[in-house]
Structures are given as C-alpha cells and as structure tokens.
C-alpha cells in the first residue's frame, strides 16, 4: 500500500474507478480484514493509531464510494484537484460496446451484450438483488422458468439498465417470452 496521505479512495480500496457496487462491497470488507486489530498483514506496518487511522479512512472511502451521489461529487472533486488526468488516475469508465442489436432478441444476446460490456452475471445480481437462477433463465431463454410477465419484464429494464441498452431489447425479449406462452396453449 501506498503513503496514505497520498491515496485517493480507488487506490485505498484498490478499485478502478467503473467498479460496481458489488466490488466496491468486496474490496471494502477485504480491507477491513486486512487492517482490523490483530491482523497478520499489518502487525508490523502500524501501530495502534496508525492502523486506527487506515481504517477511519477506508469507512470513509466506503461511505463515498457506495453512494453514488456522493461518488460523483467526489470524481469531480478528483479531475479539479488533478487538471489533465480523469479520475481517478486515468482510469477511466470505458464506454458501453456499441453493437447493432439483431432484430431477433435471444437470452443469448443479452449475454453477449453483457459479456461485452464486462459485467458478470453476479454483478447484476448483486445490484439488483435479483436472483442470479432467473437471470440466468433469462439469458439462456428457459422461459418455463421465469416467474409471471410483469417480473420477467422488471428483470429485463433493471438488466438493460446495468448493461446500457435500450428499451428495444427488453421488447424484443418480451416477443420471444409471448411466442413461448402461446405455444403452450
């Protein structure tokens, strides 16, 4: 780790600055452990205060960091304290992948589009608290597993959302889920 003073909060909890909330949890309770009292990893770094101070500072780079209003207050305060470099550090949220959506919208396209955008299945589920079995239904198109339109459709806004598309994938799903209901009829 480096001098403290010299650490924004992404470098402290060791984050690229497009991290989610699941890896902002992750890294948080990862350093908690790492520096709690008693701790093999910094027994012969800190003293009591200092180990004091390293975790008063990582609570307060999770209380910012998990907030996203106050995220993006901080980020603006990097990129004024740092002219010329993006926050933090050059690192930089790379842009959604610009894809031509097919007209036909598969649980296999919203993987590839995930996939593409690197973001994890967890990660979703994580976010959203939707259970990771019906977002994995979702993207294999195992339609007999998904609970009744109106949650389907709410999964798919809130998966879209995170994976940056539009409302055209969600409908085009939605085609695909009605054909299945009808051919069970």
Do not use: W
Request: proline residues 5%; contains cysteine.
């Amino acid at each position: 780790m480096n001098n403290k003073e010299d650490q924004n909060y992404y470098t402290l909890l060791e984050l690229p600055h497009n991290a989610t909330r699941g890896e902002i949890q992750v890294a948080y309770e990862m350093a908690k452990k790492t520096y709690k009292d008693g701790s093999m990893a910094s027994y012969s770094l800190f003293d009591g205060e200092g180990q004091a101070e390293i975790l008063e500072k990582i609570e307060e780079a999770y209380r910012v960091l998990s907030d996203s209003k106050k995220k993006q207050k901080y980020d603006q305060a990097l990129a004024i304290s740092n002219p010329g470099l993006s926050p933090p550090d050059q690192a930089i949220s790379p842009p959604p992948v610009e894809e031509p959506i097919p007209e036909e919208i598969t649980g296999e396209v919203i993987k590839t589009l995930r996939e593409k955008n690197g973001i994890s299945l967890e990660e979703i589920a994580e976010t959203t608290r939707i259970n990771i079995d019906y977002l994995s239904a979702i993207e294999k198109s195992r339609f007999a597993s998904l609970p009744a339109e109106v949650y389907v459709r709410s999964y798919l806004r809130q998966m879209v959302k995170i994976i940056r598309c539009d409302d055209t994938v969600v409908e085009g799903f939605m085609k695909q889920y009605h054909a299945s209901l009808s051919q069970k009829r």
